[in-house]
């Protein structure tokens, strides 16, 4: 069975503080996406990497960065946590070509005070 | 740019109705044709896709066709069930790209019984 983990399912954080949410694949997949998802906005990507250590901007890239160190793992990182980025963290994965579906993880609800 | 306009939910049905979900894109080139589903406190899973025109995407009695012509990738199914409660997302991405989905907003289903 397919499976991308992520390693929190909830997190309660607090404003300026650095949050890691990190996000694991065994499908030997290349590309790997991070997604976030609010209430009447659907989903939006933040980042995605093609390979390791190369990423892209997504379409709301501000307030976070990524890494990728290793081909299966896609890091998310808050470097200074606020109240707005309170939400749900999806992490996605596939192959190349746009022919192939994303697999997503099961999601991290992130609340910062 | 490219986009992917779905109903506006919720949308509520009695087990056993008919269930139409409209989704029609912009896109310059071919893209391949997603529709996604989120159960109540899980991430997405693919629930069905179609790559070229007039494909029929199938699966757990849903349904959907990629209209060129109409530029539309509608959901139906004959006969809901009360475990199909969910959102419901249509999505594009490009072949032949590294690119990412692109998503509707979303469309929330509930199924009275």
């Known amino acids: 069975d397919v499976k991308v983990t992520q390693s929190s399912r909830y997190l309660v954080k607090r404003t300026g503080e650095k949050v890691f949410l990190e996000c694991v694949q065994d499908?030997?997949?290349?590309?790997m996406f991070w997604y976030r998802q609010d209430p009447g906005l659907g989903l939006r990507l933040i980042y995605f990497?093609?390979?390791?250590?190369?990423?892209e901007k997504g379409d709301i890239p501000e307030g976070y960065s990524v890494s990728r160190e290793k081909k299966e793992r896609f890091s998310l990182i808050l470097e200074s946590a606020s109240t707005n980025q309170t939400s749900m963290y999806l992490c996605?994965?596939?192959?190349?070509?746009?022919?192939?579906?994303?697999?997503f993880g099961p999601g991290t609800r992130l609340t910062v005070t | 740019g490219d986009s992917v306009t779905q109903m506006e939910g919720p949308v509520t049905l009695s087990e056993e109705a008919c269930l139409t979900i409209?989704?029609?894109?912009?896109?310059?080139?071919?893209?391949?044709l997603f529709w996604y589903v989120q159960y109540p406190g899980e991430g997405l899973q693919l629930l069905l896709k179609?790559?070229?025109?007039?494909d029929k995407g199938s699966n757990k009695g849903f349904e959907a066709t990629y209209r060129k012509e109409t530029t539309s990738f509608h959901l139906e199914k004959g006969s809901v069930q009360v475990s199909d409660s969910a959102v419901y997302f249509c999505?594009?991405?490009?072949?032949?790209?590294?690119?990412?989905?692109?998503f509707g907003k979303g469309t929330k289903l509930s199924v009275k019984p």
């Open positions: 996605a994965s596939s192959f190349p070509d746009g022919l192939y579906e994303q697999y």
């Open positions: 499908m030997d997949h290349e590309n």
């Open positions: 990497s093609y390979d390791v250590k190369m990423k």
């Open positions: 409209n989704c029609t894109y912009t896109a310059t080139g071919y893209p391949s």
């Open positions: 179609a790559t070229k025109a007039d």
């Open positions: 999505a594009l991405r490009y072949r032949g790209s590294q690119g990412n989905l692109i």
